[in-house]
């Protein structure tokens, strides 16, 4: 992917078709940079793991091979001059798009299954363990959202969905003015916002919580493990909060630039309770009385005494 990345770049530069008002190998060269970097972090998830174990290896070259096909898919319409997604024009058309279809739903599948794994395992101290474990639920719901594009645009069903189903944008058609390097639309809904935010809580929760481990030499108090792990679980409900922002903005029809005063408020009661959450999980606690303690049990275990996962 990281080669294929570099491949439509060039493509970029050399070829001046464009497919829907954006270059034709726009598409490969987002997709390209986007499995490299779910394949690296899902590599590096699974590397925690005290044992690869074949399930998690088997989950992994699915993955892989999902991914290849999508971009074979995505590349080779690419060269055609042809879009990719949602397109139904011709029977080689809708045959490639049904195909990438159940390519993403392998992958889907495979992810889940990794999750599973993930979740059966100690992948390091709680915050790590709790960073890695979120960050692959809120991806696969971000994956999940993606499958609100397949539904049929209004001027698609009154077309008889003759040459294309769903739709990236909500409320104006696909194709139209859009955001540098993203692409995503300037004058109404698009649910690519979303799916894009979900998937990469995939490495924003990890880079999160190495960004707090880095700040701990100058700040004591992230020096404490309760208090790391409640600040990933802040950062967890905030992602997921965004990403049910962002969704129904998006089905509402509205500019992720352009938002409402229902969307600014929502925004606002995020960012505030994000706030109160944080200056809670960064309060010191008072140590508990020692009469408040459990009594030692003579049957206690180190390895009982260490902290659990849970």
Do not use: C
Not at 50 to 67: I, K, M, N, Q, T
Not at 110 to 120: K, Y
Not at 184 to 205: E, K, S
Not at 251 to 277: E, K, N, S, V, Y
Request: glycine share 10%.
């Amino acid at each position: 992917m990281a080669a294929l990345a570099v491949v439509a770049a060039a493509g970029l530069i050399v070829d001046d078709r464009v497919v829907l008002g954006a270059p034709v190998w726009f598409k490969p060269f987002k997709f390209a940079v986007s499995f490299a970097a779910y394949g690296l972090t899902l590599a590096w998830m699974l590397s925690r793991r005290p044992s690869p174990g074949r399930l998690g290896a088997g989950a992994a070259h699915v993955v892989v091979v999902s991914g290849l096909i999508e971009m074979a898919i995505i590349t080779g319409q690419a060269i055609r001059g042809r879009r990719s997604h949602f397109n139904i024009e011709t029977p080689l058309d809708q045959g490639l798009f049904v195909a990438m279809g159940l390519t993403i739903v392998a992958l889907w599948t495979a992810t889940l299954v990794i999750a599973v794994l993930l979740f059966r395992a100690r992948l390091g101290d709680r915050a790590t363990t709790w960073a890695i474990r979120l960050g692959v639920l809120i991806a696969l719901a971000g994956l999940l959202l993606g499958g609100l594009m397949l539904m049929p645009t209004p001027e698609q069903q009154a077309d008889g969905l003759r040459t294309a189903v769903g739709a990236h944008s909500v409320g104006v058609p696909d194709g139209g003015p859009a955001m540098p390097v993203t692409g995503w639309n300037t004058t109404g809904g698009d649910l690519r916002i979303p799916h894009f935010v979900g998937m990469h809580a995939l490495q924003a929760l990890p880079l999160f919580l190495y960004g707090i481990e880095a700040l701990a030499g100058r700040f004591a108090r992230l020096r404490d493990a309760r208090v790391r792990l409640r600040l990933v679980l802040v950062a967890a409900g905030f992602l997921t909060g965004l990403l049910a922002l962002v969704t129904w903005q998006a089905l509402r029809g509205q500019a992720l630039i352009h938002p409402d005063t229902a969307t600014l408020t929502a925004l606002a009661a995020l960012a505030a309770a994000t706030g109160l959450a944080t200056y809670a999980a960064l309060r010191r606690h008072p140590a508990r009385p020692a009469h408040d303690l459990p009594a030692p049990s003579s049957t206690t275990t180190p390895a009982l005494t260490t902290e659990s996962p849970a």
